[in-house]
């Protein structure tokens, strides 16, 4: 039979519950505000993306007694438009998947990345994070090659990498290297909310267990 505390022992045990209490509630009030926060990030980029598909379909329907190059060129990057959206909105899926380790929803991303450029049968990616390589299965490192960090509150915790395997002559001087990068760009972004987030809750998860473990000593 355990033996009994002390009103002292009692006093000082119902104090540092009461303390892990309020740490844990504060902790829980700030992760909702987080996720809150990196939700509305993510609304205020898709937005961003559907206004430029919008503003696309509006130059078409205003071409559509233009020539057939120039409307064709249109139809092109309306098209490319919808494969970056679609890889974006894949990507946000990726996070709400049930049972999917930060490690799977990664390896599914860079897996997302080559259909969504210009030119997929020649490209590859690659995401480093914690010491951890995700690539693709046609990986291989070239001289050609788009690069993104990954940063969460400011600090890099990883990279985000594109490679052609070969220089492409019918890519558009300057231009197609714009579009990727912000392609990517964007994707870094959704990696680093993505991060965030497994963070914060692994932090609500540990007060969690923590909190039970002090109830139960308690008991």
């Known amino acids: 039979m355990p033996e009994k505390l002390t009103y002292k022992e009692l006093e000082l045990k119902t104090a540092q519950l009461e303390r892990e209490f309020i740490e844990y509630v504060h902790k829980e009030k700030e992760f909702h505000q987080k996720r809150k926060s990196i939700e509305f990030r993510h609304m205020r980029r898709t937005l961003s993306l559907i206004k430029i598909n919008e503003e696309l379909n509006r130059e078409i329907s205003e071409l559509k007694r233009a020539n057939k190059k120039r409307l064709g060129n249109v139809s092109n990057k309306l098209k490319e438009r919808v494969k970056e959206l679609k890889c974006l909105y894949d990507i946000s899926s990726l996070s709400v998947v049930p049972n999917y380790s930060l490690d799977d929803v990664l390896q599914a991303i860079v897996d997302l990345i080559p259909p969504a450029i ?93 909190l039970e473990e002090l109830f139960k000593q308690n008991e």
């Open 118 to 210: 210009q030119y997929p049968e020649i490209a590859c990616a690659r995401i480093r994070f914690d010491g951890y390589e995700f690539v693709t299965k046609n990986f291989k490192e070239t001289i050609w090659k788009l690069s993104e960090a990954v940063k969460v509150n400011n600090e890099r915790i990883g990279s985000l990498e594109v490679f052609h395997f070969k220089e492409n002559p019918g890519l558009e001087e300057g231009k197609f290297l714009e579009e990727a990068k912000n392609l990517i760009t964007a994707i870094a972004e959704s990696i680093a909310q993505i991060v965030e987030r497994e963070w914060a809750e692994m932090e609500i998860r540990k007060y969690r267990d923590k």
